[in-house]
Nanobody, 128 residues
């Protein structure tokens, strides 16, 4: 069983930055596709970014150039560095893990919640 614990959320003014962290614990494999998702009130959960075991990354269009996903294998942690934050980035952010070496970046399939088996509890990001 895999556990994911997010941290780093908070309140920030527009134009500011935050870095989210997600620590992976439990019966972990050596390789996963890891994703960051977000869900704003009244909206569906959407994929923000993903990174696979080879370090390949993908982003939703609205965050390209502003957000960066990265990982530290030794710490079993993935990060989401968020810069130039906008009020529309306000949401609960979740990290998720899919038991596959490579993320399905074709046709943006990495952003489908159905491929991820494990989810964190979420961390609130508020941009005003």
């Amino acid at each position: 069983h895999v556990q994911l614990v997010e941290s780093g959320g908070g309140s920030v003014q527009a134009g500011g930055s935050l870095r989210l962290s997600c620590v992976v614990t439990g019966q972990i494999r050596s390789s996963y596709c890891m994703g960051w998702f977000r869900q704003a009130p009244g909206k569906e959960r959407e994929g923000v970014a993903a990174i696979d075991s080879d370090g390949k990354t993908g982003y939703t269009d609205s965050v390209k150039g502003r957000f960066t996903i990265s990982k530290d294998g030794a710490k079993k942690t993935i990060y989401l560095q968020m810069t130039s934050l906008k009020p529309e980035d306000t949401a609960v952010y979740y990290c998720a893990a899919a038991p596959t070496h490579r993320c399905p970046f074709y046709d943006n399939n990495w952003s489908k919640t159905s491929i991820y088996n494990w989810w964190g509890q979420g961390t609130q990001v508020t941009v005003s």
